[in-house]
């Protein structure tokens, strides 16, 4: 089992539609969880940051955090051309940042 | 400083020589990784540093990479011995106490 797994993709939603990325990971005992973006050629940025249980919301962006179930996930509301990236996971596990394969996601016109 | 800086930007070296890639953490942060990303392809995790100690060393691809870490800030990753599979861009970030990691902007190497 990889220790974070994203729905694989791509995704392709039109603008102003929400787009929806999933993500879980194996360490129950997990306590910090990251969006990060990536432009291609780029080094990832982070976007959100969820530690509790909930939702968290910033601008456009809402994380939802499910400690029980495993999950973290990241809504993209209003989506814009400039939206189109590479969207990664990423689990504090044992101390070590451990990332998900990657979303890409391509916003159309 | 201000960012995670990283040196060079970019390395071109001929096959079987040895490079040193460097990375300056953002200063207080204690955490520092290392990561490399091929062409197309997610983020490999290399290693991790906690203070100058590294407790994590699993994801280094063969004894002929290393890494240290000093006065608990720079960090080099060493590659002996370069392979043309070695080509890729590798990445730092770093962070305080399991919070948010940020990266520097990467060090594309190309072996030739």
């Known amino acids: 089992q990889k220790e974070v797994e994203q729905n694989s993709g791509p995704l392709s939603v039109p603008e102003g539609a929400i787009a929806s990325l999933n993500c879980t990971y194996s360490?129950?005992?997990?306590?910090?969880f990251f969006w990060y973006r990536q432009y291609s050629g780029k080094s990832p940025e982070l976007i959100m940051s969820i530690y509790s249980n909930g939702d968290k919301e910033d601008g456009r962006f809402t994380a939802q955090l499910n400690k029980a179930s495993q999950y973290v996930s990241l809504l993209i509301r209003d989506s814009q051309p400039s939206d189109s990236a590479t969207y990664l996971c990423a689990v504090i596990m044992a101390y070590k940042l451990s990332f998900g394969a990657g979303t890409t996601v391509t916003v159309r016109a | 400083g201000a960012g995670v800086s990283q040196s060079p930007s970019n390395k071109v070296t001929e096959k079987g020589k040895d490079v040193e890639l460097r990375c300056d953490p953002i200063s207080g942060h204690t955490a520092l990784y290392w990561y490399r990303q091929s062409l197309g392809q997610g983020l490999e995790f290399l290693i991790y540093?906690?203070?100058?100690?590294?407790?994590?060393k699993s994801g280094l691809p063969s004894d002929r990479f290393s890494a240290e870490r000093t006065g608990g800030s720079v960090s080099t990753l060493t590659i002996q011995r370069t392979q043309q599979e070695d080509s890729a861009v590798y990445l730092c970030?770093?962070?305080?106490?399991?919070?948010?990691?940020?990266f520097g902007q990467g060090t594309r190497l190309t072996v030739v």
């Open positions: 540093f906690q203070g100058n100690s590294a407790p994590d």
């Open positions: 360490d129950r005992g997990s306590q910090s």
């Open positions: 970030a770093s962070s305080f106490n399991l919070r948010e990691a940020f």
